[in-house]
Structure formats: structure tokens, C-alpha cells
């Protein structure tokens, strides 16, 4: 029986969805069976489809033999999807394709030629509209992949991860290249994280350091896990680390305090030598000329200099010089 080439209209499903159920990716196969005379066939067949990279040559990437493809007044209808008769996937195998066509054999008729490109056009389901109904979308086994331009762009793996710009995100979301981000990040191991900020304000999602009292539960709950009590509270309500007073910050260990306990300002303990001088009648006179002479000079709360580094800074708190910003803590 000599069949002419079948004429296919061809559609690729990848994501087909309603509120209960999602429609396999896949492709649906549509054409006309006829005989030698160009007369439509009816009955029964059994039809191999067959997948391959060329429009001709090579080998298939895909085949599957269906034994009970119905044919009425010459139109029949397939939907290519899921596992081959080696097991092999679909989707799988013509993801990664620049282009792909479809052969048809049916019965012990040679193949049906040429070969028919498989096409891909985006699925609508307009009956599903956010916010009326929930929106499954599923892959039983292997993953879901959003593909433009040849090129895979979303992926969510079996085990839910989810890559943009990677197809096998190894973290709950893997990003290849840059992102923009408007809002604000929540990221659980930062919870507790002091920065100093340059502006006149902390920014959302973090906290002034200014000893506040808050709720250990809520929105405040993660943070009140991380520090605890340590700076103070009991109970339903922790305190916030203080450094409204300008202290700086000193790492535990050394001649530090505990974590969390607030160190004195101190002087470290030095002396003081005087450089050689002579006396005279008049009083006496350093060689080095720092100290006024004459008689009866006396000396009160005064500030001496070497001459070589400037006048002596003195304020009533010793501290590096510094500049003054705004600390937050992440909660």
C-alpha cells in the first residue's frame, strides 16, 4: 500500500496547565493518510514515529511505535510526549536541538517523506486566570525548562531548585550573571549581622543599635534567636546591643570583655622621662629649650610640646580618629 506524504500541523505543549492537572511537554501531530490515488484512508494503523536532529539521514533521537493510530476520512491525530520504546524522553532528547522533524512509517511501508519540522509555539490556557484558580504545573520525573532563542533560560530540577541561566542549579536558586534587585533580601544567615550604613537611616529589614527593647517573637523572632539575651531581657522580650554612645567595636578575646559586656575607656599605664637641664639663678632651663625659664616659673596644667609634631590634641575621652556612621543589625 503506497502512501504520499502526509501534510502536519505541528505544536509544541510545554507547559499546558489547568487548576487540577498539567499537560505533559510534548508535541501534537496532526495530518491526512491516503492511498496510492490520493483517497483518504479510514480504519486502524499502526504507525512509528521516529525523531531526528536532520531532515534527512542521521539517527533518530526518538522513536515510538503506536499500534492503534485511528484514521477517519484521512485525518488523524498524535500526541508525541513522554518515554520512547527504549525509554528515552521526549523532552530530553529535542531540548537541546537547534532544529527537529518527525518521521512516519506506517505498517511495513517505507518511511514517509520528507520529514516534517517540529515546531515550537507557545500553549495558553485562557480559561486559567491567576487569582481564580491554582496553577499546577508538574513533571512527574526530570525537570521543567523555559527555552527562548534555542536556549535554555529557567529551570526547575526534580529536587526544586531553580536556575536562571543554568540548567542544573545545584541551591534552592542558582543566578548566572548579574541580578537586579528592587526590594529588600531576607537571608536567614545574616540574621544578626552588623553594618554600618552611611545614610541617616538603617534601611529596611534592619535595626537601629540603640539598646531598643523588643518582642522575642514575631517578625523578631529570628533575631532574638541569634542573640539571645546576651544584651540583655528575659522572657518574652530581648534588648538590642547599644552603641548609641559612640563605643567602637573590639573583637572577644585578648584583654576584651565577654560577648556582649560594654569595656570602660582606658589609658593604657606609661611614664614620662624629662630631657637633661641646668640650673641657674633664675630657675632653671631645659636644653632643649621646651620649658620657659626664670625665677619663681612655675609650671600648672601645662601642655608641652617637642616642637617636631604639632600641639598636643587634648579632649576629655582618648580615641583613633574616626568617622561617624550608622549601625544596624539585621533581624
Known sequence: MKMPACLFSVFSFLFGVTAAWAIPAGFNVQGRLTDANGVNKDGTFSVKFSVFETNSGGSPKWEKSMTSVVVKNGNFQVVLAGADDS?????????????????????????????????????????????????????????????????????????????VGSSNPDKKLVVAGDAAITGSISAGNLVGAVVYFAGPGCPSGWLLLDGSTLPASGIYKPLSDQIAYIYGGSGANFVLPNLSDGAFI??????????????????????????????????????????????DTKYTNSTLTDGAYGPVKVDSETRPRNYAMLPCIKY
Open 87 to 163: 525509554s528515552n524522553q521526549l523532552e530530553e532528547k529535542v531540548k537541546d536541538l537547534g532544529e527537529a522533524y518527525v518521521e512516519l512509517k506506517v505498517g511495513n511501508d517505507p518511511p514517509l517523506v520528507p520529514r516534517q519540522m517540529l515546531l515550537r509555539s507557545p500553549f495558553s490556557a485562557p480559561a486559567v486566570v491567576s487569582g481564580q484558580n491554582d496553577v499546577l504545573i508538574e513533571a512527574v520525573t526530570g525537570r521543567i525548562a523555559m527555552r527562548t532563542g534555542n536556549a535554555e533560560r529557567v529551570t526547575v530540577s526534580n529536587d526544586g531548585n531553580v536556575g
Open 250 to 295: 573590639r573583637s572577644t578575646g585578648g584583654k576584651a570583655l565577654p560577648l556582649g559586656k560594654k569595656q570602660d575607656d582606658a589609658f593604657q599605664g606609661h611614664r614620662h622621662g624629662m630631657e637633661t637641664y641646668q640650673r641657674t639663678g633664675a630657675g632653671f632651663n631645659l636644653a632643649s629649650g621646651n620649658f620657659p625659664e626664670g625665677k
